[in-house]
């Protein structure tokens, strides 16, 4: 998991702006430390997508059936797949990052499709911002994370 990763006190610390400075063609087999904290979770925009089972991309909905661009009318059932655009913070600015699927499981400790399927989280767009989807205030609280970055801050992407 990204977040407990151990750091060695030969990578190289550096601030999330710095990180998003580098030119990551110049600093492909390099490993930097970035100590961070997740310091809210902006929930306004959804937290989950459909998507398709085969290429994680957003599908649409047509006449009842549901659509992907790459692979056509789907035959089966999309998948929740996850989209949370988080504020994260070092000692210097926050930032906000949007991860998703795989990455955000991990981060979150939970499957998508437990929280969606399973635990019925299934609106979207929740009614209160704050949701509890899995105490995600209380991790961010008290959790101190190391993202650790191959030369660019993967598993994030900037929003």
Known sequence: MYAYRVVSPNYESKTIDELLML??????????????IVVRFDLTRGWWYKSCPSYNKA????SGLFECNEHGLLN???????????IVEDRTNQHNFLTLGRHAEKLLRVSCHTLVIEDIYDDQLPLNPTISLIDLQTHAATARKQIMNEATPAPMTPS
């Open 23 to 36: 030119d990551p063609t110049l600093h492909k087999n390099t490993s930097f430390a970035c100590e961070a």
């Open 59 to 62: 599908v649409k909905k047509t």
């Open 76 to 86: 089966r059932l999309p998948e929740p797949w996850f989209k949370i655009n988080l």
